[in-house]
């Protein structure tokens, strides 16, 4: 069955209902059902896929939209990933093979410049059709090993998006149900981990024909009026929420910047990253006017698919999420409806093509991380200090004996930055990932290498502040066959600040040890591409420590005698910035002269 008729792609419009408002109970069960519907597509795509990424680290994203690619439900995974989806559909639109939808089709997407994230996250859509007639679609992404990019696993270092590896643009792998098995065998000899790449995609193939299954099932009960009269309904109510939250931000223009280490290749010269947030009643403009000019290495950021979900997720998390409000909002459309985001085309927030855009994620967390700074002087209670706003995304590759290529990708914790009310948490995934921590006993099990060290910092102290920042993650792994790394991560020059007299945290730090001469370390830049390693060579990944929020001198002295007892910092430290006198002997605090020492330096 095609469609017959042509479908209103606005991003804002509304499947056309026939019926009265829907009653508060019935609502909510349909919002239940939605949701549950997302969960379980979620939940098939991890419980079935073969790489650590997915399986174990949930690198995914699911839900159902509507046929104008409103988003009707998303699972809770990460936001970069079911955020971007209604941007795969309106370039799966533009570029559709045969130009129209089937039932049975099978579309795999991941174009940059048609809408996708990056093109490591692959998109598997199928339309859903209800009495002979597109109503909507489920869809999902996933982050896969290896692409076939000009490095295993990840890339930085190239000259255009088209050695980024496969690129699909609207394309099917099963038309009307028939698999398109030219297009499957071009993929299976396209990538280093052709076997786990084809069973990620049968996994998603899956996860989306359950949501199809499902959604159908819900439009057989309830009725289509009724359901999309409600989803209606769920994406006004999340509107309205937004817009309420919003509205209680004065109105205003508020700024900040920071500095890139660098692309990836021109070492040494840093990129500007800059936020304007313009707040206009209950709507504002995310700008990213002033930001350094889009690069000549992968270094940049899909608009469409990266840039602008970044800026929704934002304010989600700001305004709307568990932990700042009151009330739950659904995840749907609703919400992203009153921000606008700008960046001017050719600028690394929304580059022209050809330019490659494939390394873009720590670009989008300190995206995040500059519109809680810009927002600090009129969101005390809200925002916290600079976090590590840097994913540490390493490739890990090489050749097993038996001559199979083996690629494996983690992604390293950072911290988060002193909290209004609390610290910040240590050794926690990035801003907007939302991705689970890969267990060592995975990795032993179906990769040659073993992980030598897995701990907090010890080697620089978190900001200093009433509530301190997080810190950073130390891992080392050791790779045992000869193979190639490539690391893609920030902040090794441009530290986590502070917030309301807190202090900075500390840069990040990568090392690779050499296995034939152990005292030889190479001092790694942020980013690199390809690097040869030898078995049994050492990469070292330090995170960056979140900065400080509020003064030093109004943390509790018994909070800072237990910090340096857990080693955080010592008790110099201690003494020096938070005006705390620790007795390590007896372990206790010298109240008296703790006392003394906070007023003089309180005068300074």
């Known amino acids: 069955m095609n469609i017959a008729a042509p479908i209103n792609t606005h991003p804002n419009a509304l499947h056309p209902v026939k019926v009265a408002e829907i009653d508060p109970v019935t609502l909510q069960v349909m919002r239940g059902s939605l949701e549950t519907i997302a969960e379980e597509m979620a939940h098939v795509l991890y419980r079935m896929s073969f790489s650590s990424i997915i399986r174990e680290s949930e690198d995914l994203g699911a839900g159902l939209f509507d046929r104008d690619f409103n988003t009707l439900c998303e699972s809770e995974s990460t936001p970069m990933h079911i955020g971007s989806i209604p941007a795969y559909l309106r370039g799966i639109r533009d570029t559709l093979e045969d130009g129209e939808w089937y039932e049975g089709d099978v579309v795999v997407h991941n174009h940059p410049y ?14 859903v059709f209800y009495q002979g007639r597109l109503v909507g679609f489920a869809g999902n992404t996933a982050h896969h090993v290896d692409i076939g990019a000009a490095t295993p696993g990840l890339i930085i270092d190239v000259p255009d998006v088209y050695a980024e590896g496969m690129l699909f643009a609207g394309t099917k792998l099963y038309r009307k149900g028939v698999p398109n098995n030219a297009m499957w065998n071009f993929i299976r000899n396209n990538s280093r981990a052709a076997q786990q790449i084809v069973s990620d995609i049968e ?25 999309f009269q409600a989803a209606k309904q769920l994406m006004e109510y999340a509107e309205r929420m937004m817009r309420q939250r919003i509205s209680e931000i004065p109105d205003g223009e508020y700024s ?28 504002l403009d995310v700008d990213m006017t002033g930001s350094a000019d889009q690069t000549p290495t992968a270094y940049n950021v899909p608009f469409e698919g990266s840039t602008k979900v970044a800026a929704y997720a934002a304010f989600r998390k700001l305004l709307l999420d568990a932990c700042t409000s009151d009330v739950r909002v659904p995840s749907n459309e609703g919400s992203f409806r009153p921000i606008n985001v700008i960046a001017p085309l050719g600028s690394i927030y929304n580059p022209k093509s050809p330019a490659s855009a494939e390394a873009r994620f720590t670009q989008c967390n300190r995206m995040i ?39 494996f990708l983690e992604v390293n914790e950072g911290a988060y930055g002193g909290r209004p009310r609390s ?68 902040r090794h020059t441009d530290a986590p600040w502070g917030v309301f007299g807190g202090t900075e945290g500390a840069t990040g730090r990568c090392l690779i040890y050499n296995s034939d001469t152990p005292e030889t370390v190479r001092d790694m830049y942020s980013k690199f591409s390809g690097e040869a390693v030898k078995a049994n060579d050492v990469m070292a990944y330090y995170g960056p420590n979140g900065g400080g929020y509020g003064s030093p001198l109004n943390r509790k002295p018994q909070q800072v005698l237990e910090d340096v007892l857990d080693g955080f910092y010592s008790a ?13 002997e007896d372990e206790t605090v010298d109240v008296e002269a703790t006392a003394k020492l906070r007023t003089t330096l309180s005068k300074q």
């Open 256 to 283: 900040a910047e920071g500095w890139f280490d660098d692309d990836g290749r021109n070492r040494g010269q840093q990129l500007k990253a800059k936020v304007t947030v313009r707040v206009r009643g209950d709507e």
């Open 114 to 127: 048609h809408g996708s994230s990056h093109t490591p996250d692959l998109a598997i859509v199928m339309p």
């Open 369 to 407: 991380d500059l519109i809680l700074r810009a927002l600090a002087p009129v969101m005390p209670d809200k925002v916290i200090a600079g976090s590590s706003a840097s994913i540490s995304f390493a490739a890990y590759s090489g050749v097993r004996p038996s001559g199979d290529y083996w690629v």
């Open 572 to 584: 110099d430290h201690a003494r020096d910035i938070y005006g705390v006198i620790v007795n390590l």
């Open 203 to 227: 996994a998603q193939v899956a996860s989306a024909r359950l949501g199809a299954r499902r959604f159908v099932e819900l439009l057989e009960k309830y009725g289509e009026d009724t359901v």
């Open 423 to 490: 610290d910040g948490p240590d050794c926690i995934d990035n801003l907007m990932a939302n991705t689970r921590n890969n267990p060592l006993e995975d990795l032993a099990m179906h990769i040659p290498m073993i992980c030598d060290r897995y701990e907090l910092r010890d080697d620089a102290p978190p900001g200093a502040g009433e509530y301190r920042g997080g810190l950073g993650v130390v891992k080392a792994q050791r790779v045992l066959t000869p193979g190639f790394i490539t690391h893609e991560s920030e």
